[in-house]
């Protein structure tokens, strides 16, 4: 089956929450690594600091993801495994 075969995948509860979070998270990133382009090393020492710590926060939110989505596909797994499943 490739890609573009795969059924989507239903909504996650969660998820979407999640991939908001990142989505700003990674914005509030772009703007730092521009603010970080400049000859006042005092700017690049900020900003070099600030996307410390915000790579810290979206590897932690990448992670949450993960563990959302894993822990789904377990349960939805289970489920078929039980009989708990459906075709259509």
Do not use: F
Not at 13 to 41: F, K, M, Y
Not at 60 to 81: F, M
């Amino acid at each position: 089956m490739t890609p573009n075969e795969l059924p989507p995948m239903p909504a996650v509860p969660g998820l979407g929450a999640l991939v908001s979070e990142l989505a700003q998270i990674n914005c509030a990133l772009w703007h730092e690594e521009d603010a970080a382009r400049t000859d006042d090393d005092l700017a690049v020492a900020r900003a070099k600091r600030a996307i410390d710590q915000l790579n810290q926060r979206r590897n932690d939110t990448i992670e949450a993801i993960d563990d959302l989505v894993i822990a789904w596909a377990r349960s939805a797994a289970t489920r078929g495994q039980h009989g708990g499943g459906h075709s259509g």
